[in-house]
């Protein structure tokens, strides 16, 4: 059974760090695309980070050279390291495993991201 969870949310000033985790079971990362996500209050999801299974990745322009997707296949675990965040951030931020570019089939719970002024 394919399940992800997240994890490494939190409260933190502008201009800091958090590192978010996902941590998947019943499949291998490695063999995936996996995207981050993440989806305001009253704004839709949209994708922020996504790793292809050969490694090479795809940002938004937004959080481009601020946010890095990475991918521990030993782990089973896909990262995303946010740095310099901004108020606009905050968020609750998903893991997807992707069987297609546009397709994501399972999520995980979400992690909440709350960046204070």
């Known amino acids: 059974q394919v399940h992800l969870v997240e994890s490494g949310g939190g409260l933190v000033q502008a201009g800091g760090s958090l590192r978010l985790s996902c941590a998947a079971s019943?499949?291998?990362?490695?063999?995936?695309?996996m995207g981050w996500y993440r989806q305001a209050p009253g704004k839709q999801r949209e994708l922020v980070a996504y790793?292809?299974?050969?490694?090479?990745?795809n940002y938004a322009d937004s959080v481009k050279g601020r946010f890095t997707i990475s991918r521990d296949n030993v782990k089973n675990t896909v990262y995303l390291q946010m740095n310099s965040l901004k108020p606009e951030d905050t968020a609750v931020y998903y893991c997807?495993?992707?069987?297609?570019?546009?397709?994501?089939?399972?999520w995980g719970q979400g992690t909440q991201v709350t960046v204070s002024s």
């Open positions: 019943g499949f291998f990362v490695s063999r995936y695309a």
């Open positions: 997807a495993r992707h069987t297609t570019l546009t397709r994501a089939d399972s």
């Open positions: 790793v292809f299974s050969g490694g090479n990745t």
